[in-house]
């Protein structure tokens, strides 16, 4: 089982917008503002798309965004594309104790 | 830019020791923590520790008991090595570059690694 909670899949048509909830608690999502978010592609190493919340690394396009509410993170797709399709996993620093905790991740189809 | 590339035996026994080498090139080693993820088929991705330049470690509490990394800074590789595994241990592993606030900003491609007898 792992940490963060995540739905396992979700779908959306061309041009939608979906959004990817990660659950943690008041020790990991709650506690810090380290949430990032890493979409993976079949038999491709995973690419962090958002850090810090809401941050994007460069290159990665506006469509992507993030937000966080109490343990909450979540992650917006808008104008989504066939190229989205693929796996988004979210991740959180959880402490000296356990400084990276994952979601289980989420099949994005498109 | 910073590149990663594991090697190492990509079939393992049961009861035997996991051992597989990160190498990295490009952008400074002691800049980043490093650090192996693994991912079992059909499943998530499940964090392993992390090494820094000066030897310091961290552990995922799930696997402290059986995880060991170390590191050549003089080779600029570090290594992984996992005791008494498991099919459970089946995964394809990665090792990448963390930041302090634990973003993973560079992967390696990955390395399948398989226990079966």
């Known amino acids: 089982q792992s940490a963060l909670t995540q739905p396992r899949s979700v779908s959306g048509s061309p041009g939608q917008s979906v959004t990817i909830s990660c659950t943690g608690t008041s020790s990991d999502v709650g506690a810090y503002n380290f949430v990032s978010w890493y979409q993976q592609h079949p038999g491709k190493a995973p690419k962090v798309i958002l850090y810090d919340v809401i941050k994007r690394p460069s290159g990665v396009p506006d469509r992507f965004s993030g937000s966080k509410s109490g343990n909450t993170a979540s992650l917006t797709i808008s104008g989504l594309q066939a190229e989205d399709e693929a796996d988004y996993f979210c991740?959180?620093?959880?402490?000296?104790?356990?400084?990276?905790?994952f979601g289980g991740g989420t099949k994005l189809t498109v | 830019q910073v590149q990663l590339q594991e090697s190492g035996p990509g079939l393992v026994k049961p009861s035997e020791t996991l051992s597989l080498t990160c190498s990295v090139s490009g952008g400074s080693f002691n800049s980043y923590y490093w650090s192996w993820i693994r991912r079992p088929p059909g499943k998530g991705l499940e964090w392993i520790g992390y090494?820094?330049?000066?030897?310091?470690?961290s552990y995922n509490p799930s696997l402290t008991s059986r995880v060991t990394l170390s590191v050549d800074t003089s080779k600029n590789h570090f290594s992984l090595k996992l005791t008494s595994v498991t099919a459970a241990d089946t995964a394809v592993y990665y090792c990448?570059?963390?930041?302090?606030?634990?973003?993973?900003?560079?992967w390696g491609q990955g390395a399948l690694v398989t226990v079966s007898s």
């Open positions: 090494i820094y330049h000066s030897g310091t470690t």
């Open positions: 991740s959180s620093f959880g402490g000296m104790s356990i400084p990276v905790v």
């Open positions: 990448a570059s963390q930041r302090g606030n634990s973003v993973f900003d560079f």
